[in-house]
């Protein structure tokens, strides 16, 4: 035993002063020559096991802090009264968290600077029918879970079975909303018979609104046009528009038939049926029905004159109307 009072523990990490920004060090110090006032720069490292330099360090802290004071040479130190000490620490405690009170709303809108994108970030005008095409075939090859679509005339590329049959195979789920014009085409009608043959859930409208490719819930492309001219497309990233333009593709799915599976011989009348009144409901002329479902026009105006007169209308359009009034689409 060399006689000197054994080094205290050192205060829990939630120490008295902790709150008041005195690192944990300081404190354990703080606390040793507030019990054991007198003590020389040498004697405090000794019994609290650190180097002469760091005991000098953290006392001339504590002194800058108004906690601890020095007399004589060489110095022995002693606590200040911690009534007076504290209160002195706890009033330019409060001063420092006014200022930083004070700081909070040009941090605010720093945050919201930094949290809110561009609008040149957002959306990309991408111009030129080969750029468009090669940004949709870049969209189709990073699909993972969806693809939605609006398709409608003038179209900037051929649907490509190259493309979609392959994301239909490894599970992408495609919906298309067709808008007649761009369906009466006998081409177009055996491409869309294939698409939905291999899985693309289609449906189909007299009109649409614009032309639409939305990916994932992460990339939108909204074709610009004005009149026949191609302008360009609007290349949109994540963000309340692309869930804008989400929505729209929606409430027009909700409200479009759903075009039936290819042709089936053994397909029942009630199907057929069904079929046809989709068709009409989307706004097929006679002819792109017939091509549809392979049979003559003629045939297809015999069985809408058929289906008129079991729903007692007299146009097409009150037999679309009774068809759903009656559930039949």
Excluded at 117 to 140: F, Y
Excluded at 222 to 246: K, M, N, Q, T
Aim: with cysteine; charged share 30%.
């Amino acid at each position: 035993m060399n006689g000197t009072s054994p080094a205290p523990a050192g205060p829990a990490p939630d120490g008295p002063l902790a709150a008041l920004g005195v690192p944990e060090p300081e404190e354990r110090l703080y606390l040793h020559v507030l019990a054991r006032p007198g003590r020389t720069t040498e004697r405090i490292a000794a019994e609290l096991a650190l180097r002469d330099e760091q005991a000098a360090d953290l006392l001339d802290s504590l002194a800058a802090r108004g906690l601890l004071r020095w007399r004589g040479i060489p110095p022995s130190w002693s606590a200040v009264a911690p009534d007076v000490a504290v209160a002195a620490l706890l009033l330019r405690r409060e001063e420092e968290l006014c200022r930083a009170r004070g700081r909070v709303g040009e941090l605010m809108r720093t945050y919201q600077r930094a949290r809110r994108p561009s609008a040149e970030g957002l959306v990309e005008m991408v111009t030129g029918r080969a750029a468009i095409a090669d940004r949709w075939r870049g969209m189709q090859a990073g699909a993972r879970r969806d693809v939605l679509l609006f398709d409608k005339a003038p179209h900037i590329m051929r649907a490509d079975p190259g493309a979609e049959l392959p994301l239909l195979a490894r599970g992408v789920r495609m919906r298309v909303l067709y808008e007649a014009n761009a369906v009466r085409d006998p081409g177009r009608l055996a491409e869309l018979r294939e698409f939905v043959e291999a899985g693309e859930e289609a449906r189909v409208l007299p009109e649409l609104p614009c032309k639409l490719a939305v990916v994932d819930d992460r990339w939108a492309m909204l074709p610009v046009s004005s009149g026949a001219e191609l302008r360009g497309a609007l290349f949109v990233r994540s963000s309340s528009l692309l869930d804008a333009l989400v929505a729209m593709f929606e409430v027009y799915w909700d409200r479009a038939p759903r075009v039936p599976d290819a042709d089936d011989p053994g397909r029942a009348a009630g199907d057929r049926r069904r079929e046809l009144l989709t068709l009409l409901s989307a706004g097929l002329t006679d002819d792109s029905i017939a091509r549809h479902l392979g049979v003559s026009p003629r045939t297809v105006q015999r069985w809408v004159h058929e289906l008129m007169d079991v729903l007692g209308a007299r146009t097409r359009f009150q037999a679309g109307i009774q068809a759903a009034r009656a559930g039949l689409l």
